[in-house]
């Protein structure tokens, strides 16, 4: 097939398919490549035949394909084969000519690939996808970022298969400089772990709590997706808890052992680095942890008596405002490390911008991101969105419930990790007066780390001789 195509694309995984698929569709024409030429084969045979994707064997084939400046998107395994497909694209490449990598790239190593391939005059874009096989076919929510003068060049194209929000906008546009574009992906999974967690939880307190069945659950649950609550994730919970195999749950015969692969962590670290308390996520990392290990939990289970009281005086009402709350929180928490990111890399990421792209397309679709981008839109120097008006008037409301809930999963041994951290942190951040003065004392006694004073302006530091007043 002889053709000049707009984009090439090198990687034909689950994603890489459905996105090659979505471009033709869009008005594209697309060359595709995949180092297993039979994977190629398959796609041309299958789901690509008839569409006028064009083929190639080799990458200097598909290079060749490429109209200039030439656009190629590397979707393959984040890390190492990243850096092998592009030591074997840049040879064959001009200047001005652009790299995309649609994978899941730890955000610091696009921000040294995009320098590195700045000074060969390539320009180079990490670019967030969410939304899965579903999404990558017929409308993901993307996060580009990178080059600003290469975003320009495919901003018509990425947009042209972006998921599209309520009000008619693309759910796509381009968040800063260097590694900006997978950051902001970074956190969307590390808020998906959260969310995961916080309904996870839900399910568990309602499951063993309240002693309703799955398919009850999966009532609820289809209930609350009829409200505030309204998601893409609340929506296949309803759906996953009311499947059946041979009469009987599905869900029961599902070993409760969560996986994961390395986002939801990074994120943690990240926080840690600029000292942003992601508590909530950090929590939902290490909850899939324990689960990792069944059989350990099983030989504890048998040495600890679990108790066995249902919750009391707390219904599905205290659980889902409990969700609700934990589920701000969580986002808050997010927020606050995507600003505190674009402070310390200089990236000038619009927060309001940023929710907006999460609000179709992506796995945390939500209502609730419509409230979130309004909350930025409306106070664009928001520092916190817990002190935003809606949502503070939100956690006032469910503050009763939230208690309720977390002491009810205390005294039945349900563990809520989310729910618990979330509200330590609500806590935490309306004290007037931590015990924070305390350790920072011990800090000085032992360490001489010094102290600064509540009767001195901040910045001024103190040491106190701790020994020579205890003899």
Known sequence: MNQVSDIGIVGLGVMGANLALNFTDAGNRVSVYNRTTSVTDDF???????????????????????????????????????DSVIGELVPLLEDGDIILDGGNSKFTDTALRHADLAEQGIRFMGVG?????????????????????????????????????????????WVGEGGAGHFVKMVHNGIEYGDMQVIAEAYDLMRRGLGLTPQEIGDVFEEWNQGRLQSYLIEITADILRTTENGEPLIDKILDAA???????????????????????????????????????ARSAKIYASPTTQLEDVGVEDVEAAL??????????????????????????????????WRAGCIIRAAFLQDITAGYRSTPDLLDLTEQPFFADALRSAEESWRAVVGGAVQSGIPVPAYSSALAYFDGMRSKRLPADLIQAQRDLFGAHTFERTDHPRGEYFHHNWAEQSE
């Not at 076919?137 to 042209?160: N, Y």
């Not at 298969?161 to 693309?170: E, H, L, M, S, V």
């Not at 609700?324 to 505190?340: C, E, H």
Request: a negative charge; aromatic letters at 6%.
């Open 324 to 357: 609700y709350a934990s589920k701000i929180i969580s986002y808050a928490q997010g927020f606050r490390l995507l600003d505190a990111a674009s402070t310390e890399y200089e990236w000038e990421l619009d927060l309001g911008s940023v929710a907006s792209l």
């Open 44 to 82: 041309m045979a299958g789901p690509a035949a008839n569409k006028g994707i064009a083929p190639a064997a080799t990458l200097e084939e598909l290079v060749g394909q490429l109209g200039s400046p030439r656009v190629v998107l590397v979707m393959v395994k984040a890390g190492a084969a990243v």
């Open 129 to 173: 996808f969410s939304g899965g096989e579903e999404g990558a076919r017929h409308g993901p929510s993307i996060m580009p970022g990178g080059d600003h003068s290469a975003w320009l060049q495919v901003e018509t194209m990425l947009k042209g298969i972006a998921a599209i929000a309520p009000d008619g906008a693309p759910c796509c546009e």
């Open 259 to 297: 996986g994961q692969k390395g986002t939801g962590k990074w994120t943690v670290i990240a926080s840690m680095d600029l000292a942003e308390p992601t508590a909530l996520v950090a929590e939902a990392v290490y909850a899939r942890i324990v689960s990792s290990d069944p059989v350990r939990r």
